[in-house]
């Protein structure tokens, strides 16, 4: 079979694994809401459809997941029963962005590959032909998106990603691309669509942009680089960053950067129910501490759509907090973030680790592996700055996949060994077994995924959180009413399937505490939450040493025994 056969085999094999897999994991968790972040997403969604402008424009949460949910939502006007199912529509659509986002890239990269490599340099030296370039590459792209994006995941990373993947395409054309008007166009798109997708990738741009000022030659040229991807990054981004700014009063790009310093550095992740801000100013819009011991909050913010305010667009909350750089606590988080990126490499990808340095092992000549490795500066560059970036403050393996993506393929790309049988056996031997272990990894995830979709048949209804909204809806809790939620970490899931709006909660590392009260003592505090105005209260438990006293008080069960909900009616 001739190589570029065997580039068409592997290509269409890629395909298959990829969209079969996606598809698998999408239906395994599609009643699944994997992240807190999803439900503001769909509130911001929700807000757009119903041109709600002043509560759509957020400066936490990025715009462009919102408006594919939106646009899904418009599209497929799902029940409360299929919402989730639509937010994992819109992952696999994205999904198939991506692979072809990823697909061009290499495309574009091989291409780079094969005029960096002269036929001179063929005779001397042994390089790995386009088929097994295109396997290793699919293998690793394929390992980033399931094991450390994950396509169920619902955030914006594997639409970032995409972009990412467009703009090292685009890079790469500037430097054969006899149109570079038109490139220097689409990167400019590329940038502002990405922070669309996510405000971080701001500052990531600015690490791309430059490798793209050092690959344009002639000072001409460059000016023109400038003009026309700054023109069109400000054309699409401009009116967002303006909006935005006007709503804060103040310029501003958004995003939670703020709000990932004060968690990480300086340890302030539930500043939300911390009254201590001593060394760091004041908020400006603090939650309402109704009672001290149980902690209960009540929310008054603006957002009027939100179904749980706190989440809904932290940056509000956090107005009037000052930060301040802290040489002590910024060296800690460096050494957590480095112990990120060892269990990335050294136990996440063992065998990509293993698998490469076996290969760079056999190559023999350090040399002239660095030498090769310079010729793709411009994108390892970049790279590498960004997981310094993410060091500082913080890392998830989801934020930095597609770039240690990149960073691994030009080490493929830089490979070169001797021409001799012993070798070409031994590199068989090695992207074998790094391509067969690939094969029964993903093939042990996608089994895990096929027994949950099959066990999910055997049930009376595999989606939970709609059976608890369900069941409140049947109880007398409907669309827009406020209630009060007693330690729940599913209350901003089902709350948002029924479209009520959380308006006060108790906060506590015990699930009992508010039961563990005197009668008298509960009582009170019900008595307080009745004159928030919120129609009912909803708790996850209620301990069976009291239950029973619990319902002759008005508590009632409204859910099967598997999930005990209670409900308390308020105002009655």
């Not at 439900?39 to 929700?46: E, S, T």
């Not at 910024?330 to 293993?354: D, P």
């Not at 960004?386 to 990149?406: K, N, Q, T």
């Not at 830089?414 to 272990?437: D, H, P, Q, W």
Request: hydrophobic share 50%; with cysteine.
């Amino acid at each position: 079979m001739s190589d570029d056969n065997k580039s068409k085999a592997t290509r269409m094999i890629f395909y298959f694994i990829a969209i079969i897999g996606a598809a698998l994991e999408l239906f395994a968790y599609r009643y699944h809401f994997d992240t807190r972040m999803a439900v503001p997403y769909m509130d911001i969604a929700d807000a757009y459809l119903n041109r709600d402008w002043n509560n759509a424009i957020n400066t936490t949460w990025s715009p462009m997941y919102s408006w594919l949910i939106a646009l899904c939502f418009f599209t497929l006007k799902p029940t409360s029963y299929w919402e989730t199912s639509c937010v994992h529509v819109v992952n696999f659509f994205i999904f198939l962005f991506t692979l072809i986002s990823f697909e061009y890239f290499l495309n574009n990269l091989l291409i780079f590959y094969k005029n960096v490599s002269s036929k001179a340099e063929h005779d001397k030296v042994l390089i790995l032909p386009e088929w097994l370039i295109r396997a290793l590459s699919y293998n690793i792209f394929l390992l980033s998106s399931f094991f450390l994006i994950k396509v169920s995941k619902q955030s914006p990373d594997m639409c970032l990603f995409a972009f990412v993947y467009l703009i090292c395409a685009l890079l790469l054309k500037l430097k054969f691309e006899m149109n570079k008007s038109l490139v220097f166009c689409f990167l400019g798109v590329s940038f502002a669509l990405g922070y669309l997708t996510k405000s971080v990738m701001l500052p990531i741009s600015v690490f791309f942009f430059i490798s793209g000022f050092f690959i344009v030659k002639g000072n001409l040229k460059k000016l023109q680089y400038v003009i026309i991807s700054l023109f069109t990054f400000c054309l699409i981004a401009g009116p967002f960053i303006n909006a935005i700014s006007k709503k804060n009063g103040h310029f501003t790009f958004g995003g939670p950067g703020k709000l990932n310093y004060a968690w990480y550095i300086h340890d302030l992740e539930d500043w939300i129910i911390n009254d201590n801000f001593k060394g760091y100013g004041k908020p400006v819009h603090p939650l309402n501490k109704i009672y001290a011991d149980p902690l209960i909050y009540k929310f008054n913010t603006p957002f009027t759509n939100a179904t749980y305010p706190p989440t809904y667009d932290e940056n509000y909350l956090m107005e009037g907090v000052k930060l301040h750089f802290d040489l002590a606590r910024q060296i800690k988080a460096f050494f957590v973030n480095l112990h990120v990126y060892y269990k990335t490499f050294f136990q996440h990808q063992s065998e990509l680790l293993i698998g490469l340095f076996a290969l760079l092992f056999l190559s023999k000549n350090a040399n002239l592996f660095v030498k090769e490795m310079r010729n793709y500066w411009f994108l390892i560059i970049p790279c590498l700055f960004v997981l310094i970036l993410y060091s500082l403050v913080h890392v998830e393996e989801r934020y930095v996949a597609g770039f240690i993506v990149i960073l691994w393929i030009c080490i493929i790309l830089s490979l070169r060994f001797e021409k001799n049988k012993e070798t070409i056996n031994l590199i068989n031997k090695v992207t074998t077994a790094l391509l067969v272990f690939t094969i029964i990894k993903l093939s042990f995830l996608q089994s895990y995924y096929v027994l949950k979709i099959t066990s999910d048949f055997f049930k009376a209804n595999p989606n939970e959180i709609w059976t608890i909204s369900e069941k409140l809806k049947e109880s007398g809790i409907g669309p827009g009413d406020q209630i009060i939620s007693i330690n729940d970490d599913k209350n901003i899931y089902w709350a948002r399937l029924s479209k009520a709006k959380i308006r006060a909660e108790l906060f506590s590392d015990n699930a009992y505490a508010f039961w563990e009260l005197s009668e008298g003592a509960r009582n009170n505090i019900i008595k307080l939450l009745k004159n928030l105005g919120a129609r009912a209260i909803v708790t996850q438990d209620i301990p069976s040493y009291i239950r029973s006293s619990a319902l002759k008080n008005g508590w009632q069960q409204v859910t099967p025994l598997n999930l005990n909900y209670f409900i308390l009616f308020l105002n009655q």
